[in-house]
């Protein structure tokens, strides 16, 4: 059986999935991993077409079928625009993934009020935007998949993060809010919470703090292809009773330092 008969017939085919921050690192490999189910996937990044456009010759090879759509999706116009590169492109949206987020490291008396409202803009009102966008398109069709990546640092908590503990926390939130507001409605709502993971970013970014890294149960970082695992399974049709939840995908830091 040839990739692209493979991908027709797939537990996905004919769905759409919109997937933010996916020119790169997690994103990039929920992406690939969707595709290789059958489904119809938007690539997004905010400024590097090159790696946008990348990621969807990969998908277009494997005998599946992308577009790329530049957009910063912490604006109404940018979420907007990306949904609609996905409705004009394919129809509809049947899978969000909010994967888009920034980051850094500052002292909390340090910090501008400005790096801690990107920081928080950027995770939460991309959650916002994205979904008020795309929702509609799922309630019309009775079916839907929201997938928001959290992470670990809001739970055991992390020096420097500020910023970014504040809006991972409060996208578990907002996933526990869609969840139950559209659970009668054949939408599901889940967060994927990941731990340290071998991704490229730059060197702004920081690395984390090497105590939480020693204190990995399974004593490794997680790898991309793992996380976009878990958002692929809670993705499928047997995963529709699945609603609410986040799920660690952080071999085992969250259980504490």
Not at 121 to 134: K, V
Request: hydrophobic share 45%; proline share 3%.
């Amino acid at each position: 059986m040839g990739e692209t008969s493979r991908m027709s017939n797939g537990t996905l085919a004919g769905k759409t999935a919109v997937i933010t921050g996916s020119s790169r690192n997690i994103g990039k490999a929920t992406a690939l991993a969707l595709a290789a189910d059958g489904a119809n996937i938007v690539v997004n990044g905010v400024q590097d077409r090159a790696a946008a456009d990348a990621v969807v010759k990969e998908i277009e090879a494997m005998g599946g079928k992308a577009v790329a759509k530049l957009a910063d999706v912490a604006t109404k116009a940018g979420a907007d625009a990306l949904v609609q590169a996905a409705v004009d492109a394919f129809g509809g949206v049947d899978i969000m993934v909010v994967n888009a987020s920034t980051r850094g490291q500052k002292a909390f008396l340090e910090m501008p009020h400005a790096d801690f409202r990107r920081v928080v803009d950027t995770t939460i009102d991309s959650a916002f935007h994205l979904c008020q966008a795309a929702i509609p398109h799922m309630l019309k069709a009775g079916w839907g998949r929201v997938i928001t990546l959290g992470g670990v640092s809001w739970y055991i908590g992390m020096p420097n993060r500020i910023h970014n503990l504040t809006g991972k926390s409060a996208i578990v939130g907002f996933t526990h809010g869609i969840a139950t507001e559209f659970a009668t409605q054949g939408i599901t709502a889940n967060c994927v919470s990941p731990g340290a993971t071998e991704t490229v970013r730059p060197a702004s970014a920081g690395t984390g703090n090497p105590r939480n890294a020693m204190n990995i149960p399974m004593e490794r970082q997680g790898d991309v292809k793992e996380m976009a695992a878990t958002v692929r399974f809670l993705c499928q049709p047997d995963a529709a009773y699945i609603t609410g939840q986040t799920i660690h995908v952080n071999g085992g830091l969250f259980l504490g330092t």
